[in-house]
């Protein structure tokens, strides 16, 4: 049972990392599957918590071969593009968005879509709380598709990412979701 | 004295640029085991379908997968028939903000607006399929909608979205993003 996100928002920083549900590669094999019928709107998804540091960000810089200056050189930030600090990347952000997806779908479901906006500047030293709660849930062609909110919110409840995103669960006694994934026809 | 309305911003010229797509780039490289442990690393992703080969042999999936966009930054690694163009752009502007003026194969031309201030207005991901080790990744962008909005002023602007499709060299399709932008 995840940690409401409402309660996670009343805690410490400290605190609200303590109960970080980010799955380690265990827990990624050892994944039990979610089925259609296990879900219910205003469900919760698991919450998995950040703790970005400048290394993390460089890191992420490198890894992608971004090498705007705004993510790495605190002088570059500060004093030329007046910004508080270096920034964490939308780039980044963006690739946790389909991994949650992905690990809440394990093993046999289909992380099929997200759309979501850029808003707050994200900075080293916030808690960030990638978050999803179930908005509506409906059958077709065999599949169960749920409809998600999604957000990544730091400690202080600042929305930096909001946005929706369907998700696809095998149904209990169903066939299974189709790989390459075929969206069925309106 | 009748108030005049704002000239739109949604001109034909601009409209005639829905639909306009630039080249199809084949990827540098190929989908690799390397570039993605640091991918995957770096965004604390531990999966071992990503690198737990006998796992991953027991999945749906059959063998090691990689995650969902990693092809869209996999895709824009500058070749290295390109030069340098991090030396270049400080050449140019010892300023520079590490971005430059580096030119990405497959650029869509401009919309012709004189609307020059640029917001991010969201982001849009679509998955189909996991690229595979060794998939060598193509790609093309396009202009799939531009639609005009009116400011709390009445200024109008523009929300102009960028669709990016992804597929291996099986015309498989991997995903699809799409970025709009605001130019005001």
């Not at chain 1, 409906?138 to 929305?159: A, N, R, S, V, W």
């Not at chain 2, 609307?115 to 093309?140: C, H, K, M, W």
């Amino acid at each position: 049972m995840t940690t409401l996100l409402d309660d996670l928002l009343n805690m410490e920083a400290e605190e609200i990392w303590k109960l970080n549900e980010r799955p380690d590669a265990d827990g990624l094999r050892d994944k039990e599957q979610i089925y259609y019928e296990d879900v219910n709107e205003g469900d919760e998804l698991p919450k998995y918590i950040y703790k970005p540091t400048p290394t993390h960000l460089f890191r992420w810089s490198a890894a992608i071969e971004n090498f705007h200056r705004i993510h790495y050189d605190l002088d570059f930030g500060l004093n030329h593009d007046r910004n508080p600090s270096i920034l964490v990347h939308g780039s980044w952000k963006q690739s946790v968005v389909p991994q949650y997806l992905k690990d809440w779908t394990l093993p046999n479901g289909w992380p099929w879509k997200a759309r979501f906006e850029h808003r707050a500047m994200l900075v080293p030293g916030d808690v960030l709380i990638m978050w999803g709660r179930v908005t509506s849930k409906y059958e077709k062609g065999q599949m169960g598709f749920i409809d998600l909110e999604i957000g990544m919110k730091t400690q202080d409840g600042i929305e930096s990412m909001p946005g929706t995103a369907t998700v696809v669960l095998p149904l209990r006694n169903g066939p299974p979701i189709p790989y390459p994934f075929v969206p069925p026809a309106d | 004295m009748t108030q005049q309305a704002p000239p739109t911003a949604l001109t034909p010229e601009v409209q005639a640029m829905v639909g306009v797509s630039g080249d199809v780039v084949e990827s540098w490289g190929v989908v690799d085991g390397e570039y993605m442990r640091r991918f995957t690393q770096a965004l604390m992703d531990p999966d071992p379908r990503y690198w737990d080969d006998e796992f991953a042999k027991s999945t749906r999936y059959g063998e090691i997968i990689t995650p969902p966009i990693m092809v869209s930054y996999l895709a824009s690694r500058i070749r290295p028939d390109q030069g340098d163009p991090i030396t270049a752009a400080f050449e140019e502007n010892p300023e520079s903000d590490g971005i430059g003026s580096v030119e990405r194969p497959g650029e869509l031309p401009p919309v012709p607006t004189n609307l020059v201030r640029v917001l991010n207005a969201g982001n849009e991901i679509e998955l189909y399929a996991y690229p595979s080790i060794g998939d060598t990744v193509f790609f093309q962008n396009r202009y799939s909608d531009i639609r005009e909005r009116l400011g709390r002023d009445g200024t109008p602007f523009l929300i102009i979205t960028r669709e990016t499709r992804f597929w291996n060299q099986n015309d498989v399709t991997l995903c699809i993003t799409r970025a709009s932008t605001i130019r005001r």
